[in-house]
T-cell receptor, first 118, second 111 residues
């Protein structure tokens, strides 16, 4: 099946620093990538949707200046948490939807990135 | 408002029994409904997709039903095993092609 990777898998940073998370589709071209956030014992909440080469669309309540998303190529999207604070600590998961023949209606998820802001 | 509801209480069953998880939704007209498995600290893994014109779908020990009148999907795991223990998420793909998740139900299969 399709593989989506994320890096790093875990990051600890000091308050006020910026953190970049990479999401790659390894064996297909992802025309659309999604970024989710998941707090403990809660479901995934969509943060933003990005299409290759265009600006990301953010969900209501998600600050676009704080969560910078870049989808520069069909295999790479990055999420940068700027000036991170402890309340940004969460599990961030990316997902990719591609052009494979297996079906665009299926999204493939990355393994997630655990962010802890001290 | 749109809601996707799954039983937030953990489901505990004995190995070998059939596990049944429920997903109810309101104010959606989903073109598809999907079920995912999520293990702690991991991203969701796609299991099954069922379309609005399908009533039932099977994959090995998994069975999903989809009742658009009741606005409900049931997810069954037959001959359950301890390795099936995980959180199971249902997700709706609506006509706008956006995927929204329910809160998930944690399944614990005891040996």
């Amino acid at each position: 099946g399709a593989v989506v990777s994320q890096h790093p898998s875990r990051v600890i940073c000091k308050s006020g620093t910026s953190v970049k998370i990479e999401c790659r589709s390894l064996d297909f071209q992802a025309t659309t990538m999604f970024w989710y956030r998941q707090f403990p014992k809660q479901s995934l909440m969509l943060m933003a949707t990005s299409n290759e080469g265009s600006k990301a669309t953010y969900e209501q309540g998600v600050e676009k200046d704080k969560f910078l998303i870049n989808h520069a190529s069909l295999t790479l999207s990055t999420l940068t948490v700027t000036s991170a604070h402890p309340e940004d600590s969460s599990f961030y998961i990316c997902s990719a939807r591609g052009t494979r023949a297996s079906g665009a209606e299926t999204q493939y998820f990355g393994p997630g990135t655990r962010l802890l802001v001290l | 408002s749109q809601k996707i509801e799954q039983n937030s209480e953990a489901l505990n069953i004995q190995e070998g029994k059939t596990a049944t998880l429920t997903c109810n939704y309101t104010n959606y007209s989903p073109a598809y409904l999907q079920w995912y498995r999520q293990d702690p600290g991991r991203g969701p893994v796609f299991l099954l997709l069922i379309r609005e014109n399908e009533k039932e779908k099977r994959k090995e020990r998994l069975k999903v039903t989809f009742d658009t009148t009741l606005k409900q999907s049931l997810f069954h795991i037959t001959a359950s095993q301890p390795a099936d223990s995980a959180t199971y998420l249902c997700a709706l793909l609506n006509a706008g092609n956006m995927l929204t998740f329910g809160g998930g139900t944690r399944l614990m299969v005891k040996p």
